[in-house]
């Protein structure tokens, strides 16, 4: 059993570009959440989906955006790219209000 | 709002020795609380979590927190470490309300260094 998955691992943007960040839920999860850690910090929430709906958003620009597909997977959008969005971009799955999964990260880093 | 204070940044202690990891929280509700590690170069696995009931709470691997509602804190302790505990640690809350949506508010970590 495949547990969270993110695509790609590492990603090297430039500042004012635009980037799409990917992420599978672990099987038979339906709700997506996604957190930015920046280096030596702990993980800041940036927003949860579930059924295909933002349910919960935190302090983050309207920049970041997202979506979740009818299968459950989800994305995370950034866009004008500023270099303080250089981090580790996590996703977590979980059934509902159940145990949260997290991915192995994706690592942004904005020249 | 809630908040969470990691006290030590990073904690070195010797292989076999006991170590405590110290968390803090702030809060005007209710909360639940983890412990969650991080391994290099992957994402976070839950150690434990105190949702109710008895305040020592033991997790995997070996490692135990202890809820102290009045002092609001929620320490994680091991007795005896191993080399492969070396990794990032991180405290985080949960209020009731965004339990249901599964927000989780996490400190800054702290790294254990186990030396042999």
Do not use: M
Not at chain 1, 77 to 89: E, H, I, Q, R, T
Request: proline share 5%.
């Amino acid at each position: 059993d495949a547990g969270v998955t993110q695509s790609p691992t590492h990603l090297i943007k430039t500042r004012g570009q635009q980037v799409t960040l990917r992420c599978s839920p672990k099987s038979g999860h339906d709700t997506v959440s996604w957190y930015q850690q920046a280096l030596g910090q702990g993980p800041q929430f940036i927003f949860q989906y579930y059924e295909e709906e933002e349910r919960q958003r935190g302090n983050f620009p309207d920049r970041f955006s997202g979506h979740q597909f009818p299968n459950y997977s989800s994305e995370l959008n950034v866009n004008a790219l500023l270099l303080g969005d250089s981090a580790l971009y996590l996703c977590a799955s979980s059934l509902r209000q159940s145990k949260q999964y997290f991915g192995p990260g994706t690592r942004l880093t904005v020249l | 709002a809630q908040s969470v204070t990691q006290l030590d940044s990073q904690v070195p202690v010797f292989e076999e020795a006991p170590v405590e990891l110290r968390c803090n929280y702030s809060s005007s509700v209710s909360v639940y609380l983890f412990w969650y590690v991080q391994y290099p170069n992957q994402g976070l696995q839950l150690l434990l979590k105190y949702l109710s009931g008895s305040t020592l709470v033991k997790g995997i691997n070996g490692f135990e927190a202890e809820f102290n509602k009045s002092q609001t804190s929620f320490h994680l302790r091991k007795p005896s470490v191993h080399i492969s505990d070396t990794a990032e640690y991180f405290c985080a809350v949960s209020d009731l309300l965004s339990s249901n949506t599964g927000k989780l508010i996490f400190g800054q970590g702290t790294t254990l260094q186990v030396k042999p």
